[in-house]
């Protein structure tokens, strides 16, 4: 097992593009989550899929952000009209199906640079 | 208020020696889980100790130890015998009503360095 895959690893878009991010977890994981953080600053917390559900959003986050996870394999976050405090690392990170505990495992991150 | 709070922005630490890294957390659920990671310069969050809230003991994990103090919000992060590999940024962070949350609230993190 490879981990958790992110791609691409960095992108660079002009304000107003689209943009998309993949995130492949770990095979056997059925929780996967979005997170964002920017410079100086820890991970915040985007959305939450388990499984193919998203069972919850971040109450900060644009509607101009929207993720999927359409079978419950790899998921999809995608920026509409991106502005540039829209620059920032974006992390995925998923979780084995569990009791109490789990850890999450984190991939290597998208980092996106809006000009 | 602030979920997780790390107040100290840098920390320097000789080689070989022991350190003690601060946070405390706000939480009103009976029922969290207090984790903590470490960020390399390559961005990979890696993840490093896990306490419970009804967990008696405090974690251990080889030179990673949780001091956990619930009356007081704390759980504080010790590495022992530090290493130059341990330079890095770590994080603390917290999920709450583990039957039935899912959100993570990490801090803004402490930046280790380890002094040969």
């Known amino acids: 097992d490879t981990g958790v895959s992110q791609d691409p690893r960095h992108k660079i878009t002009k304000r107003g593009q689209n943009v998309t991010f993949r995130c492949d977890p770990i095979?056997?994981?059925?929780?996967l989550y979005w997170y964002r953080q920017t410079l100086g600053q820890g991970p915040e917390f985007l959305t939450y899929?388990?499984?193919?559900?998203?069972?919850?959003k971040s109450r900060l986050l644009s509607d101009r952000f929207s993720a999927e996870r359409p079978k419950g394999s790899f998921s999809t976050l995608e920026i509409q009209r991106t502005e540039q405090g829209d620059s920032a690392m974006y992390l995925c990170?998923?979780?084995?199906?569990?009791?109490?505990?789990?850890?999450?495992?984190f991939g290597p991150g998208t980092r996106l640079t809006v000009t | 208020a602030q979920k997780i709070t790390q107040t100290q922005p840098g920390m320097f630490v000789q080689e070989k020696e022991a350190v003690t890294l601060d946070c405390t957390y706000d939480?009103?659920?009976?029922?969290?889980?207090l984790f903590w990671y470490k960020q390399p310069s390559s961005g990979e969050m890696i993840f490093l100790i896990y306490?419970?809230?009804?967990?008696?003991q405090n974690a251990t994990e080889g030179r990673y130890s949780l001091n956990f103090q619930k009356a007081r919000k704390s759980a504080n992060l010790v590495i022992s015998a530090s290493q130059l590999g341990d330079s890095a940024m770590y994080f603390c962070?917290?999920?709450?009503?583990?039957?039935?949350?899912?959100?993570?609230?990490f801090g803004t993190g402490t930046s280790l360095t380890v002094i040969p």
């Open positions: 939480t009103s659920d009976p029922s969290y889980g």
């Open positions: 095979s056997e994981h059925n929780r």
């Open positions: 899929f388990q499984n193919e559900a998203q069972l919850e």
């Open positions: 962070a917290m999920r709450e009503g583990l039957e039935t949350g899912n959100q993570f609230y």
């Open positions: 306490q419970g809230s009804y967990d008696q």
């Open positions: 990170a998923s979780s084995p199906p569990a009791g109490i505990f789990y850890e999450q495992y």
